[in-house]
């Protein structure tokens, strides 16, 4: 995805959907890191396997109780997970399925964060529905927050990208977009007439689409990495990290309710007035 670079900082996506922690602590960092692995002529790819490593030795630390510590090593994967994409971007090595490694990623280091947890506590339930929510809440914020940049841009590539069946990774992608159409069916087709129709959105119902759509995605920012790994460390200072997958399953999914009721409003409200 195309981002944003100014002359002394990080590669953004466009400041106005930025989480305030990734604006000011994440991106600033990988960006650093990012110039780093660009002398050292690191692939992005690379960046994101260092990335899960750090973050699965993050998720052991925390399973032999040292939590703290543990959380540390997964904030540094973060770190790197921003990095990876401004890497991309800075060397020129971009890819379509680089979201989607990207993605995969931190299903694999959250997966392992849950899976430890539960074995620690024994909570295994508790630990199945934090999960399957873990996912369903990446998959929402992960996708409003591409059609916001595919919509202002007018690229929609990144968004649908051409479908190879024989790829591995086009199957993938199918896959990662498939169980989003449910719960984002109304802005799915209003993206989708924008293509079939050619329609380019004048200043006008630009700055209207925009608007609609900031009023609320500094709320589904809160469904991203961030606010769980600032669950987890919270819980880690204060050494009762049993609790987690509750703050998951009861405190996040509330939020995430009310995002989508809330969407679902601005998505008809935008297919009506665009």
Known sequence: MEQAENKKGPFIKDPLIEDWLDLNFYHPLGYKFAILFNKLD???????????????????MVYYSMPVLGVLFIVFAGILDSSDGQLARMSGKTSVYGRIIDGLVGYVIFGSVYILIGLKYKSFIAMILAGVSNGIHSSVYDFYRTAYLAVTRNRFLDFFPPQDKKNLFSKIYSFYMSYQTSICK??????KKLITEGKVLNDEKLNFYKKKMISNIQYI??????????GLLFLAVINRLDLFFYYIIFIINLVFVLVVLRQKKIDLTISEAV
């Open 186 to 191: 109304y802005h799915i087709s209003f993206i």
């Open 221 to 230: 920012n809160i469904l991203g990495d961030n606010w769980k790994i600032n």
């Open 42 to 60: 690191f692939s992005p790819n690379l960046v994101s396997f260092i990335s899960m490593i750090f973050g699965l030795i993050g998720a052991f």
